[in-house]
């Protein structure tokens, strides 16, 4: 039983993160006119309404895109992201008014290009249906209420050769750590070059260090790692920080980061804000 809502997180530093490095890649992978495939393994509804009672319930936007969009002046690898934000609002009458967030599904429709193909899936039933309302029509993408881990692994190699898997699994289930691991493993087998980018919660460090070290373990090559946090994990509150692994990452992410994260993390998390960057395994 799924019980996950992404609508209560919209836009929060976790989805700050995720797609600002998201909205980096699909635009690196913009560079060459050849088409790609983008797979969004956990895709949720794709748009979000901040003033809907779910977002009201927390406001977690407001220390992950509300001071982004607040402030005055960004470092440069994150106008991009914000360009995105400004496009979304759009569709409300008016991209300065920061009403609408976009989810990662909406993200690849908007960057991806007519040659592209994209495939979404999203396993409950009522964020499916809306998600397939909100991108119905669009006849580069494919919907599917199914398992995304296995959906990714049946779906590589494609046949574009070229492409990015956006794994993002809410990690109610404790063996989603795991399957990570093994979707990563398998995707690879098929397809080498592929570009990977997997988001985790830091709940629990050592969940995290032992994800990881199995990343490490299965012989893949070329992984950084990225995190910002609100605060350090030290405080036993909730999720205080959050990843993203990149297996193959376009070779202009490190720099971005590098000019992103400090940014982002005084600006969402003040006094308190970390961040961190690893290479976990060289090229
Ligand atoms: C963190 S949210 C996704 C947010 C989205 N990727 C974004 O960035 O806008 C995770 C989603 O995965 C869905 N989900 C959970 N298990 C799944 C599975 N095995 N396959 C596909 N979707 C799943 C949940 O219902 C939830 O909507």
């Known amino acids: 039983m799924l019980s996950y809502l992404h609508s209560y997180h919209a836009g929060n530093f976790a989805d700050v993160l995720k797609h600002a490095s998201l909205t980096h890649t699909l635009h690196y992978l913009n560079q060459k006119p050849a088409p790609y495939f983008y797979m969004d393994t956990h895709s949720g509804p ?18 992950g895109i509300e001071p982004l969009w607040q402030a005055r002046s960004l ?35 908007y960057l991806c290009r007519e040659q592209d193909r994209i495939t979404l899936c999203e396993l409950h039933p009522r964020e499916s249906q809306t998600l397939i309302k909100n991108f119905k029509g669009d006849r580069r993408i494919k919907m599917f209420s199914k398992d995304g881990f296995q959906t990714a692994i049946a779906a590589m190699p494609p046949k574009e050769r070229r492409g990015l898997v956006l794994i993002d699994p809410p990690y109610e289930i404790k063996s989603d750590y795991d399957r990570v691991v093994e979707v990563l493993k398998a ?97």
Request: proline share 6%.
């Open 46 to 63: 794709g748009l979000y309404t901040l003033a809907a009672e779910e977002s009201q319930k927390n406001c977690e936007y407001k220390n």
């Open 75 to 109: 470092p440069d690898p994150l106008h991009a992201y914000r360009e995105v934000i400004k496009s979304c609002n759009a569709l409300e009458g008016d991209p300065s008014q920061l009403s609408l967030y976009p989810g990662s599904p909406w993200i690849g429709s």
């Open 187 to 283: 995707c690879h087998k098929r397809f080498a070059t592929g570009t990977y980018a997997v988001w985790y919660p830091v709940v629990n460090r050592h969940t995290i260090d032992r994800m990881l070290a199995d990343i490490k373990a299965t012989g893949i090559r070329n992984i950084q790692v990225f995190e910002l946090g609100l605060e350090t994990d030290t405080s036993g509150r909730g999720m205080t920080s959050s990843g993203m692994i990149f297996i193959n990452p376009p070779w202009t992410l490190w720099k971005a980061m590098e000019e992103s994260l400090p940014f982002l993390a005084k600006q969402l998390g003040g006094k308190k804000g970390v961040y961190k960057m690893t290479q976990l395994v060289a090229e």
